[in-house]
C-alpha cells in the first residue's frame, strides 16, 4: 500500500473577486493525517485477521471439550445452540486479542518497511517513530475491548453457559439413558443402570422395561457394612415410572415388581427378596468439563470482596481469587506491551519478511505467556506476592518496548526480522548440509529428471508451503496450549497439583492438538502461499514461464495427500494411547479419582442368555477375571436363577468355558423358598459368554 503523499490540490473561483483557494475533500486531510490513517488500516486489517482465526481455533477447542457433547444429547434448540457458540467466544479474547494486535502490527509495519514507504517518510521529514501513533492507538482499542472482556463479559457468559448446561445437562437426565447400554454416572447411590427397553410416556417422563441395577458402593460405605460382602447389591425391576428431577440433578424410580439380592461376607448367608414394588433415587454425577469454577465466573467486584475482604475465605480460595483478579488486570495492557515492542522490530525490516514476522509474533507471545505462567506458579507456590507476580511479564516487555522505541530512529538501528529470517534460512541450510553426503564418498549414478516434475517449481512451492504449514500449526498448538494451561490453572491451586504433571499432561495433550489443528493449518498455509506468489506476480511470471498454476499446485497436492496418510498412522498408533494418558492426568489435576488407562475394561459385561458378568479386574496375558460374580437371569420372569462368585474366572479355550476358581453357587428359586447354595474350589458349568 503506498502512502499518499500528494500535495494538496486547490480550486479557484471563476468570479474575480473570489480569488480565495477552496480545498476540496482530498485535500482536508493533511500528509500526516494520510499516513495515520494508512496505518492503521495496514495495522489493524491484519490484526483482525490474526484475532479471527486464533479465536476460531480456541473456540473450536472450548466447544468441543464437552459442548457439543452436551448440546447431542440434549437435543437442544437452534436458538439455544447459536446462544451457546456465541457465549463461547468471549472467553477466547484475552489471549487471541494480545497475539492478533502484535500480529497486526509486526506484518503490517515490515510489509511497509520492506516497500520501502518507511524509508519514503523518512526521506519526506516524517520520523519513523511516527508510525507508532496510530499503532499505538489500535493497540489502545484491543486494550478497552480486552479489558471489558476480562473485567465483565468473560464472567457473564461463563456464568450463563454454566446455567444453561446445568438445565439441559438435567433436564436431559432419562434421555441420556440409552436401552441396553451400562449407564454408570449415577453415583448416589453409586450404581450401575441397565434397561431393556424404554417407552416415552409425555414429556420427559418415560417407562423402563426390565431394569437391572447393580449397586457397587465400596462394603465400607454401606449402611450394613459390618456385613455386606464384596460383591454389588443387585436390584431388578419388571418395569419403572422414571421421572427426572432437574432441580436435585436426579431421576426418581418407581418400581414394579422388584427383587433384591445381596450376599454377605459370609457366603453362607444370602438376602434374597421381593417385592410389589419400590422406589429408588438415582442422582447423577455433575459434569466437571462444562462448569467452570466460582471464582471465573464472580464479577471483578465479587471477587475482589473474595480476594481480600472476606476474612473467612480458604487460604487455597483466596490465592486462586487473587490469581484470578490480576489475570484480568494484567492481560488487557498485554496489547499495547506487545505492540510496544513489536514497532521498533517492524518498522526496522530491510526485506519483505511476513513469513518472519509471524514467526517472530509467536516467538514473543510464547516468551510473554511462558514467563506469566512462571509467575503464577512462584505465586501459587508462595515465593512471590500475586499482585507483584503478574504485573512482572508486563514490567519487562515495557522496559524492552522503551529501550527498542528510543532506538529506533539512531543511525545503525538493526533489522531484527531480517536476522530472524537469516537465522532460519541458514538453519535450514545446516540441516539439509547434514543429510547430505560428502562429495568424496558419492558414487557416480546416472540420473534422469522427469519432464513434468522439474525441481526446481516443486522445491521452491512446496519450501514455501511446508513453512507456512509448520509455522501456523506451532502457533496454533501454542496459543492452545496457553489457553489450556490457564483454564486448570484453578484446579492446580485447589488439588496441589504440581507443575511437571501440568507439563506431562501438556505434553501428551500435544498429539491431539496436533491431529485436530493439521487440516485447517493445511488450509491457512495453501491461502497465504498462493495469496503471496499472487501480490508478488509470481503466478503471472509462472504462467508467462508456460508453468500452468495446476502445474504449481502439484507439490502441494502431493504434500496434502502425504499429510493426509500421515494423519491416518498417526491417529492409529500415537493418539490413542497419548489421549489416554492425558485423560488420566486431566483427571488428577481436576481432583478426580485416578484411574488407570492401560485397558479400559467396562467391569459390567452382558453375556449370553441374560448373563450379567461383573469383575473387579482382568488380566489380559492370562484371559482372566479377578474378583468376578455372575448373574444369571430368568428372562420370562425376571429374576436371578443362579448366582456364582469366584476369586479367578479363567477361559478355557478347548472346553470353550470360564473355569472358576474358589467361589460358590447359589440356585433360586422364583418364590426365594429354595436356595441352594454349592462350595467350589473349581467349577466349569453351563456359563459361557
Known amino acids: ?37 494508512s496505518v492503521f488500516a495496514e495495522v489493524s486489517t491484519a490484526a483482525i485477521v490474526g484475532i479471527s482465526l486464533f479465536t476460531f481455533i480456541l473456540f473450536l477447542q472450548r466447544v468441543g471439550s464437552g459442548l457439543f457433547s452436551l ?77 471489558a472482556s476480562t473485567l465483565w463479559l468473560t464472567p457473564w457468559c461463563l456464568r450463563e453457559t454454566s446455567r444453561i448446561a446445568e438445565q439441559l445437562s438435567a433436564a436431559q437426565l432419562t434421555a441420556e439413558v440409552q436401552p441396553r447400554v451400562f449407564e454408570e454416572q449415577f453415583q448416589k447411590p453409586k450404581v450401575v443402570l441397565y434397561v431393556y427397553d424404554i417407552t416415552p410416556i409425555t414429556g420427559l417422563i418415560s417407562e423402563w422395561k426390565r431394569v437391572f441395577i447393580a449397586d457397587v458402593t465400596p462394603p465400607e460405605d454401606r449402611p450394613n457394612k459390618s456385613t455386606s460382602g464384596d460383591g454389588p447389591r443387585v436390584t431388578l425391576a419388571q418395569s419403572a415410572i ?79 481469587a487473587r490469581i484470578e483478579l490480576f489475570q484480568r488486570l494484567t492481560l488487557p495492557p498485554a496489547c499495547l506491551l506487545l505492540a510496544l515492542v513489536g514497532i521498533p522490530l517492524g518498522v526496522s525490516s530491510r526485506r519483505s519478511a511476513k513469513s518472519s514476522a509471524f514467526v517472530l509474533t509467536v516467538l514473543l507471545a510464547f516468551f510473554y505467556y511462558m514467563g506469566w505462567m512462571a509467575m503464577i506458579r512462584l505465586a501459587q507456590q508462595g515465593r512471590l506476592r500475586t499482585e507483584i507476580a503478574l504485573w512482572v511479564p508486563d514490567a519487562v516487555f515495557f522496559i524492552i518496548g522503551t529501550i527498542l522505541m528510543f532506538r529506533m530512529e539512531e543511525p545503525g538501528d538493526r533489522d531484527w526480522v531480517g536476522r530472524v529470517r537469516v537465522w532460519l534460512r ?20 546416472i540420473t534422469f529428471r522427469l519432464p513434468l516434475f522439474p525441481q526446481i517449481v516443486d522445491s521452491y512451492m512446496l519450501g514455501g508451503f511446508l513453512f507456512w504449514f509448520i509455522t501456523v500449526l506451532v502457533s496454533f498448538v501454542v496459543i492452545q496450549h496457553i489457553y489450556t494451561f490457564f483454564e486448570l490453572i484453578g484446579d492446580m491451586i485447589r488439588n496441589h497439583i504440581g507443575m511437571n504433571v501440568m507439563l506431562k499432561y501438556l505434553f501428551y495433550l500435544t498429539p491431539k492438538y496436533l491431529y485436530d489443528s493439521t487440516p485447517i493449518s493445511v488450509l491457512v498455509a495453501v491461502l497465504v502461499r498462493f495469496s503471496i506468489l499472487t501480490k508478488n506476480n509470481e503466478v503471472t511470471a509462472f504462467k508467462a514461464s508456460g508453468v500452468s498454476v495446476y502445474r504449481m499446485a502439484v507439490p502441494v497436492w502431493l504434500a496434502a495427500a502425504g499429510l493426509c496418510g500421515a494423519l491416518f498412522l498417526f491417529d492409529h498408533t500415537v493418539v490413542p494411547e497419548a489421549n489416554r494418558i492425558q485423560d488420566g492426568l486431566r483427571n488428577q489435576i481436576k481432583g478426580k479419582a485416578v484411574q488407570t ?39 420370562k420372569k425376571f429374576f436371578i436363577s443362579r448366582q456364582i462368585a469366584a476369586e479367578k474366572a479363567r477361559w478355557e479355550p478347548s472346553i470353550k468355558q470360564w473355569v472358576f476358581q474358589n467361589g460358590w453357587r447359589r440356585d433360586l428359586k422364583a418364590d426365594k423358598d429354595y436356595i441352594h447354595t454349592t462350595a467350589f474350589d473349581n467349577f466349569a458349568g453351563e456359563t459361557r459368554t
Not at 494480545?98 to 521529514?125: C, N, Q
Not at 431421576?251 to 459370609?266: F, H, V
Not at 450379567?612 to 460374580?629: H, I, P, T
Open 71 to 147: 448440546l447431542v444429547r440434549a437435543s437442544a434448540t437452534p436458538k439455544t445452540v447459536a446462544y451457546l457458540f456465541a457465549l463461547a467466544i468471549p472467553a477466547s479474547f484475552p489471549f487471541t486479542v494480545p497475539f492478533g494486535v502484535l500480529v497486526g502490527v509486526l506484518i503490517g509495519l515490515s510489509r511497509m518497511s520492506s516497500d520501502g514507504e518507511i524509508t519514503a517518510l523518512r526521506s519526506a521529514g516524517v520520523p519513523g517513530r511516527r508510525v507508532s501513533f496510530p499503532a499505538l492507538v489500535f493497540a489502545f482499542i484491543a486494550t478497552l475491548g480486552t479489558a
Open 242 to 320: 422414571a421421572r427426572p428431577e432437574p432441580q436435585f440433578n436426579r431421576i426418581q424410580l418407581n418400581l414394579d415388581q422388584t427383587s433384591t439380592y445381596e450376599a454377605e461376607k459370609d457366603y453362607t448367608h444370602y438376602k434374597a427378596s421381593r417385592f410389589p414394588d419400590g422406589t429408588q433415587l438415582l442422582e447423577a454425577e455433575r459434569s466437571t468439563d462444562t462448569k467452570t469454577h466460582v471464582e471465573r465466573e464472580l464479577d471483578t467486584r465479587p471477587l475482589y470482596r473474595m480476594a481480600y475482604k472476606t476474612p473467612d475465605v480458604d487460604p487455597s480460595a483466596r490465592t486462586e
Open 426 to 445: 541458514q538453519a535450514g541450510k545446516r540441516l539439509e548440509g547434514a543429510g547430505q553426503v560428502k562429495k568424496s564418498t558419492v558414487i557416480p549414478r
Open 597 to 635: 488407562y492401560l485397558r479400559p475394561d467396562r467391569k459390567f459385561v452382558r453375556g449370553a442368555d441374560g448373563r450379567f458378568y461383573y469383575y473387579k479386574l482382568f488380566d489380559n496375558k492370562e484371559n482372566a477375571m479377578l474378583g468376578v460374580s455372575v448373574f444369571e437371569i430368568d428372562e
Open 1 to 37: 500500500m503506498a502512502l499518499p503523499l500528494n500535495p494538496p490540490e486547490f480550486e479557484t473561483s471563476s468570479a474575480p473577486d473570489e480569488q480565495r483557494p477552496v480545498r476540496t475533500h482530498r485535500a482536508r486531510m493533511s500528509p500526516i493525517g494520510l499516513v495515520s490513517r
